[in-house]
């Protein structure tokens, strides 16, 4: 069945520090990659997504590749700002909308 | 914008009883509305896919009698947990999918139900 697997949390950085989030799918296709962030008390928000394989999504200063090779979706910042403080949902879907999350990924940032 | 809105945030209610959950797109019309259910440091689960005017289609192992949805409207859909337990306990969220060529999902902020 299709899945997806992102980095386990919580992950807490200094302001200015680089982001990495792991996220892999497994599909028996090409799925569509999305990432969703949630900030506390609020629903979900699309980030970014990308459609189709070396698509880059990218918005707000995060950056995400869809690898086909290594069928990756990682979410990457160069400079992270206490505000990027959220938990972030990669997850994918195949066209019939239904999406299949990753665990989420809780970001803690301090000034 | 688009905005989704869900009613309650949180509730308590006791074991035996039933808890509506309302989840409402306010400022657009959504033909499709998805319920998830969320675990403590778990992924968001889908449970139903909520379809105006027609019945709802469940998912695997989710019990279409314990959770009744309604999608009486083109802004509102209705999650009963019906004779609910604590294992019940849990984090739903709901989505709405905005009618259009991008047809993207816009997420409510969730409900903490409790049963006690």
């Known amino acids: 069945g299709n899945s997806v697997t992102q980095m386990e949390g919580p992950v807490t950085l200094s302001e200015e520090a680089f982001l990495t989030i792991n996220c892999t799918y497994t599909?028996?296709?090409?799925?569509?990659l999305f990432w969703y962030v949630q900030y506390p008390g609020e629903g979900l928000q699309l980030l970014l997504k990308?459609?189709?394989?070396?698509d880059k999504g990218s918005n707000k200063g995060f950056e995400a590749t869809y690898r086909k090779e290594t069928t990756s979706f990682h979410l990457e910042k160069g400079s992270v700002q206490v505000s990027d403080s959220a938990v972030y949902f990669c997850?994918?879907?195949?066209?019939?909308?239904?999406?299949?999350f990753g665990t989420g990924t809780r970001l803690t940032i301090i000034p | 914008g688009a905005v989704v809105s869900q009613h309650p945030s949180w509730v308590i209610c006791k074991s035996g009883t039933s808890v509506k959950i309302e989840c409402r797109s306010l400022d657009f019309q959504a033909t499709t509305m998805f319920w998830y259910r969320q675990f403590p440091k778990q992924s968001l689960m889908l449970m139903a896919t909520?379809?105006?005017?027609?019945?709802?289609?469940?998912e695997q192992g989710v019990e279409k009698d314990k959770f009744l949805i309604n999608h009486a409207s083109l802004t509102l859909s209705t999650l009963t947990v019906t004779s609910a337990h604590p294992e019940d306990s849990s984090f739903y969220i709901c989505s709405a999918m905005k009618q259009g060529p991008a047809r993207e999902q816009y997420f409510g902020p969730g409900t903490r139900l409790t049963v006690t």
């Open positions: 990308a459609t189709k394989a070396d």
């Open positions: 997850a994918s879907n195949f066209g019939n909308e239904k999406l299949t």
């Open positions: 599909a028996t296709g090409y799925p569509s």
């Open positions: 909520s379809n105006e005017g027609s019945k709802a289609t469940y």
